[in-house]
């Protein structure tokens, strides 16, 4: 069975400062792993993903991760933390191809402040 | 392309009451998922379509819980005798089958309140 640890429910940074939220995976076969960030009231949206290939991957908005197969671990970061970061963050799971639903297995979620 | 849409975005019912949902994916998805969210946590896998066929559901959805996909294009998800526990946000999402089919779009969610 797949599971994600995401470790913090809060973290708070200054703006300006780096972002590092903590994901780790378990997984029987080699994942596909996701990161997506949740404003209030909104839908999730896609900042970056790993499936194959180069294990450091860059998203959206200045976004990176890397995949870490020997730690079991695809950490976020940010150099620089901007207010519009704030928002709920989501990394995420799924058996890539040994799946064909593609199915999505989620963590708890970190929430991103970032004070002034 | 204006993206998933779910319908209605807010939806307060009273327990023992039927509800049911409606998710509008990108147009030319032809992947659909329905997840559920309760407060504090991540989105739990309830259910998928390729095109009219529903081909997996999550133990979570309880025979109260059915959902559908008549022509393959919009869903719909609805709940009998509706329960306190089922207070959450239903959550669609879309996908392309083939290139792109781990990549998923979400819409923005119902959110349900039973009173």
């Known amino acids: 069975a797949q599971s994600v640890t995401q470790l913090g429910s809060h973290v708070s940074v200054s703006e300006g400062a780096l972002v590092l939220l903590r994901c780790n995976y378990s997984?029987?076969?080699?994942?596909?792993l996701f990161w997506y960030v949740q404003y209030p009231n909104q839908g999730l949206q896609l900042l970056l993903k790993?499936?194959?290939?180069?294990?450091l991957v860059k998203g959206i908005n200045g976004f990176e991760a890397e995949f870490k197969k020997s730690e079991t671990s695809f950490h976020l970061t940010k150099p620089s933390a901007h207010m519009s970061d704030a928002a709920e963050y989501f990394c995420?799971?799924?058996?890539?191809?040994?799946?064909?639903?593609?199915?999505?297995?989620f963590g708890s979620g970190t929430r991103l402040l970032v004070r002034p | 392309d204006t993206g998933v849409s779910q319908n209605p975005r807010h939806k307060i019912t009273k327990r023992g009451q039927n509800v049911t949902f409606r998710c509008d994916p990108i147009s030319e998805h032809n992947r659909l998922y329905w997840y559920r969210q309760t407060l504090g946590q991540g989105p739990e896998f309830l259910t998928y379509f390729q095109n009219e066929a529903q081909l997996e559901k999550s133990r979570l959805l309880s025979d109260r819980f059915s959902a559908e996909r008549p022509k393959g294009s919009f869903s719909t998800l609805e709940i009998q005798r509706t329960e306190q526990g089922d207070s959450a946000m239903y959550l669609c999402?879309?996908?392309?089958?083939?290139?792109?089919?781990?990549?998923?779009?979400f819409g923005q969610g119902t959110r349900l309140t039973v009173v």
């Open positions: 790993y499936t194959t290939g180069a294990t």
């Open positions: 999402a879309s996908s392309l089958m083939g290139q792109g089919a781990d990549e998923a779009f």
């Open positions: 997984s029987s076969v080699p994942p596909y």
């Open positions: 995420a799971v799924s058996r890539g191809l040994m799946d064909s639903s593609y199915k999505l297995i």
